[in-house]
């Protein structure tokens, strides 16, 4: 092999695989925003709940296209924010940890998602500190990153790794933009996350580059049109169509990426990964 076509090969972005994987999604039929919980969040926008329902059924079936499950959790009125199936609880590992939301508006919404989990076998348990599931909860291999600043009570990071078994890596944030974990850092793979570095503060920026040196870093122009908030099968990455940039960030990176529209339900605060609730094995 010549020079040139060592330098080329050493040039390629690595083979990415995907792993099927198991959602649970919870249909927006009750969405609307109704109140104000987070910067994104405008009582005077309207919301247009026919297109918000077709760009959800468009991302649902981007998932069984790809080969995933995805349950339903039947949506329940007077809890418009129930679409956001990511911050329901966190499910890893056999383990079934509900919700404890900050807000008054959402906790109807752990009793929703309590109801779901015990109807598919599961034993769920609730901490005693605020925890926004998912949103701030994210597994990547072996361990737990959670977010911690705005909606989730650090304390609960203690309970979750009681509960779990799991190691729980806090990191603060510190925009209200990105009031969750998953609105600032995906991901990837077991060991490649994307972020936002400005959302964290110096120590939680520190310790992403200790964890995971290969990490993607976002710029502000896809940070703020919520282009992190995506779910990823290790292969395929589902992220908001609007950003673009991360989008050909991880097409040098070996990842396919996929852009959808969901600019209705964006108006709640919440994209790709807010409406996806994955169950870990």
């Known amino acids: 092999m010549t020079i040139s076509e060592v330098a080329s090969h050493s040039a390629l972005p690595p083979t990415r695989a995907a792993r099927t994987r198991h959602y ?11 109140y ?26 981007i998932y069984l296209d790809l080969g995933h499950s995805v349950d339903l959790v039947a949506p329940e009125p007077g809890l418009p924010d129930m679409v956001y199936a990511a911050n329901g609880g966190l499910l890893v590992g056999g383990h079934a940890i509900v919700a404890r ?11 929703a998602y309590a109801a779901w989990m015990s109807s598919r076998g599961h ?9 926004e599931g ?5 597994v990547a291999g072996s361990k737990i990153l959670a977010g911690h600043g705005f909606r989730t009570d650090p304390r609960a990071h203690d309970e979750i790794a009681d509960i779990t078994g799991l190691p729980v890596v806090g990191l603060e944030l510190v925009d209200p933009r990105f009031y969750h974990l998953d609105t ?7 060991d490649v996350i994307a972020y936002y570095p400005p959302a964290f503060t110096d120590t939680a920026r520190a310790t992403l ?22 779910v990823s099968d290790g292969r395929h990455v589902v ?43």
């Open 36 to 61: 104000a919980i987070n910067p994104w969040m405008d009582t005077s926008t309207p919301v247009d709940a026919g297109l918000a329902w077709r760009q959800w059924e468009n991302l649902r079936h």
């Open 184 to 190: 600032a850092l995906t991901v990837l793979t077991d």
């Open 239 to 281: 992220h908001p169509a609007a950003a673009t940039g991360f989008a050909a960030q991880l097409s040098a990176a070996g990842f396919e990426p996929i852009g959808v529209d969901l600019s209705e339900l964006l108006k709640g605060g919440g994209s790709v990964k807010c409406c996806t609730l994955e169950v870990h094995s």
């Open 134 to 138: 998912q949103g701030d909860l994210l």
């Open 101 to 111: 939301f900050a807000y008054p508006q959402r906790a109807g919404e752990a009793d």
């Open 24 to 34: 649970a999604m919870t249909a927006p039929t009750h969405f609307a925003v109704e």
């Open 209 to 230: 580059e200790r964890l995971f040196p290969d990490a993607i870093l976002v710029t502000s122009t896809d940070a703020f049109v919520l282009g992190l908030n995506a």
């Open 123 to 131: 034993q769920p348990v609730q901490t005693r500190h605020t925890n």
